[in-house]
């Protein structure tokens, strides 16, 4: 006997919910098929995300995969755990989504928990109303204008990363080029948005530089708690912990507060980040809008990770590719040094934004391999699908794989080839403007882009008008991506040779 009851009952009330558990996914995942929404079989519980949640399969790849099963469909009915999702797949409903019926979807469906996820209520996850009025705001720190302002500051970190280079190169030619990325796009940012040297070039003991790796080490805690996260939202509120680390919350709060504080202190203004967050804070009795120093410091750290990160990754992607086509390199490098000969030297913002085949590569390596490489967004009312009969309900969520429409042959002819001439202008014209999505589109598109823009191609202008870039033994065949992450990050980095030109 256990306790009042026996073995046979116990196993008894075992079996009775388990089944009581598989029926309730099991009636779920009838959901499309009602609807007449082709889609993939689930997997009780998991969905069609199983190999996500167990950390087997980059979330990107999974959506590709899903999508490519069914290729004349213009969606496809998914499940993520036993919620209802679909895949967008025919880019005039995007183009609906995302444009022309923005006001149905002007939000991702996150449920942020502030006392959880301090950081996480920034412009990509806020509600409509937070987002269109600190949107506004924001924007202005984007405009060519603010980035032609910026560009000295860009420059300064340019030329530090150039001296860099040498002094890396000297010691070893074999480089791994998304850290070497990243120290460079961190210093940008740092000086650019927050109006401070992190020094990250060169020196790995500076405090920003451990917060950065800190912010993207993804542990067994994280990696647990970013699973709960997606598959029972419930318990990841119930657990209380975050999955972004307490000393990556605490410094930039700590920073971002700091740095306002000294500012109005001081009177001083750079016209950075900073001073638009100030001015926002400022302007707080024309809103009924809370703006809280959290709430600002949330959009400092989004700007920061989303600027830093995908222009790395950028950055060493081209490298990688430009490596493997020596042509490609070449007619680049070509371009840039004649850019500096008719300019004695002198790198300009009209200069490089006038760099039409560095242009081309900078589009090409964000088509092959697109940093964020999905779109979410979710329903505010009951919506269907224009030229279809699927309707979503409201507070439904939906995918948009921008890697799988990147690499769509019937887009772009042999997809998982670099070629950059994709994107001369006859080219662009001929294909639908919703074909390239690396920033998104429509009013929610990444407010950074034009950033973004800048400092991946000074990068790029720096390394290739000293160095030859060339694969070596420790080059992988082939990028293969990181099952864990939420970004596109191949596994083991992107080693390089670097030949200095004579």
Excluded at 427 to 434: C, D, E, G, S, T
């Amino acid at each position: 006997m256990l306790g009042y009851f026996g073995l046979a009952e116990v196993l008894g009330a075992i079996a009775v919910l388990l089944v009581g558990v598989w029926f309730y996914f099991d009636s779920t995942y009838k959901y499309w098929k009602r609807l007449g929404v082709p889609g993939p079989e689930p997997v009780v519980f998991f969905g069609n995300f199983k190999d996500v949640v167990l950390g087997r399969r980059f979330i990107g790849d999974c959506l590709v995969s899903l999508a490519n099963q069914f290729p004349n469909e213009p969606l496809v009915g998914i499940y993520e755990n036993r919620e209802p999702r679909v895949i967008l797949k025919d880019l005039d409903i995007i183009k609906d989504v995302l444009i022309k019926d923005f006001s149905c979807f002007s939000e991702r469906g996150e449920l942020v928990n502030e006392s959880i996820d301090p950081l996480d209520i920034h412009l990509g996850f806020l509600d409509t109303k937070r987002w269109r009025y600190l949107r506004s705001k924001l924007s202005p720190q984007f405009t060519s204008g603010k980035m032609k302002n910026m560009f000295n500051l860009m420059k300064q970190c340019a030329n530090h990363f150039e001296e860099y280079l040498h002094v890396v190169t000297a010691r070893d030619d074999t480089i791994e080029c998304r850290e070497l990325s990243a120290k460079y796009t961190t210093d940008v940012i740092g000086s650019c948005a927050f109006g401070l040297d992190f020094n990250t070039i060169g020196d790995e003991d500076t405090e920003f530089t451990m917060i950065r790796k800190k912010l993207f080490e993804m542990t067994p805690t994280r990696k647990f708690l970013e699973a709960i996260r997606s598959t029972a939202p419930w318990l990841y509120h119930l657990l209380g912990k975050s999955t972004t680390p307490a000393e990556v919350v605490k410094f930039f709060l700590r920073t971002v507060k700091e740095m306002r504080e000294h500012r109005n202190r001081t009177n001083t203004k750079r016209g950075d980040l900073i001073d638009t967050l100030n001015e926002i804070k400022q302007g707080q009795s024309n809103t009924d809008i809370e703006l809280t120093d959290t709430l600002l410091t949330a959009q400092a750290f989004v700007f920061f990770v989303g600027g830093f990160e995908t222009s790395a990754t950028t950055i060493s992607n081209a490298l990688y590719e430009l490596a493997k086509r020596q042509e490609c390199q070449d007619k680049l490098r070509q371009e840039i040094l004649d850019l500096l000969s008719q300019n004695n030297g002198e790198i300009t913002y009209e200069g490089v934004k006038g760099m039409k085949y560095m242009h081309m590569v900078f589009q090409e390596i964000l088509r092959l391999r697109p940093p964020a490489p999905v779109l979410i967004r979710a329903a505010l009312r009951d919506y269907t699908f224009n030229g279809t009969n699927a309707t979503i309900r409201k507070g439904q969520k939906f995918f948009i794989s921008i890697q799988q429409i990147h690499m769509n042959p019937d887009i772009y002819p042999d997809p998982k080839v670099f070629d950059p001439e994709r994107f001369s202008e006859d080219n662009i014209k001929a294909r639908h403007p919703l074909a390239w999505l690396p920033f998104g589109d429509g009013p929610r598109s990444c407010v950074g882009a034009r950033f973004a823009v800048h400092i991946t191609k000074l990068g790029l202008l720096k390394i290739l008008s000293n160095f030859k870039v060339e694969t070596c033994a420790k080059t992988s065949k082939e990028l293969i991506n990181t099952p864990s992450s939420l970004l596109m990050k191949p596994i083991g980095g992107i080693h390089l040779k670097f030949a200095k030109l004579t």
